[in-house]
């Protein structure tokens, strides 16, 4: 029995360092804070720099564009605010028109635009808020809540449409696209998994963080089998 023992230990931990492993990795939008003034100072403009996220295709098409790429979007995420600041460009030598009908971000559906070009949010000081450019080439903008109202989750998934309008062309927008933003819990409580042999009379208990059962340092995983 002695084999199916540490069978059982191994399976549990292998269980736990696989779960450890997604909650560590690697997020796509980059943690950090934005002004929203219509300055793109601070932002990293590079495409396929830190900053930038997706393309923005036009008209209809979604990403990955199929036609010509007329903007471009950048993220970053403030986990301490759960805030989500966008940088949307009209950019590849096209120009940025205002106006509420085709500036905007929803999540979820269409029909779910949590911040546009348009009252309230062009003069909000705090999320939602949007403001053009003084460049005149695109929009900032920054949202804390998604299509219910509800904070932004760390480490949580949303489908997002950022979306622009270009002028003389079309309007330019993302699609829905997967955000995933940053900060996910640094490790996983596990609690009460228990596995029970009847003959020895083995427990196996992996307990909370705050226990003595699981322990992280240094991406190690310590987890303690007790004999009853």
Known sequence: MKSLKNAIVLALAVFVMATLAVSAAPTTVVQGTAVVDGNKGEWNTTIGGA??????CTGNDVVPCTGAEHGDVFLRYDCTAHTLFALMLADRGFPYTPGQANNWIAVG???HKVVSDGSPFTTNTSPPMWRDLTTSDGAEAAINKDENG??????GTYLINFHIEV???ATSGT???SVKLPCPPSAVTVSSISAENTDSGMNLALLALSGA???VLGGLVFVAARKR
């Open 175 to 177: 699609g829905f696209i």
């Open 213 to 215: 059962g699981l322990v």
């Open 109 to 111: 559906a269409i029909n």
């Open 51 to 56: 900053d930038w996220y997706s393309p923005m």
């Open 167 to 169: 002028a003389q062309t």
């Open 150 to 155: 509800t904070t932004l989750v760390n480490g």
